[in-house]
């Protein structure tokens, strides 16, 4: 007699969700030496100290709950369905195709070589920066928009 298993996807979308979560520490981002943002172990976006997005699983990014970008898994960026950048798993930030900075691994922001800023315990893996490229892209108007 054979017996089928079946996988409850309600179980395995939760279970997803918290691997993922326990993946990303709180992470602070410093600005000119100042608290900017923190990033909340579960994708919550505060700027200084408002709540004004979150970055999903998924690579989604919601601003005050619309979605307005994502960031894939492969570092592609987009913003509207247009990809517009992208992170790439050393760190290197691109923007239409040129470099416009870096994500290091001991957490300092560079951008056009000057260091920008940093980020706490933050950036050994490609999840960690994509969060934090997900910030840089969508919440700053000196970083990525220039």
Known sequence: MRRTRYI???CLILFTAAVWADAIETMNIRKGGSLWARIESDGYIRIEGSLEGR???DGAMRKNGSLIGKIENDGTIRYNGSIIGEIE???T???NGSIIGRIETD???RRNGSI???VSDCC???DAKRVVAAVLVFFTTDFFKE
Request: hydrophobic share 25%.
């Open 8 to 10: 409850c996807i309600g």
């Open 55 to 57: 970055f999903e699983s």
């Open 89 to 91: 798993s050393d760190g």
């Open 93 to 95: 930030f691109r923007k």
């Open 107 to 109: 957490g300092t922001i």
């Open 116 to 118: 920008w800023g940093s």
């Open 124 to 126: 050994s893996d490609h």
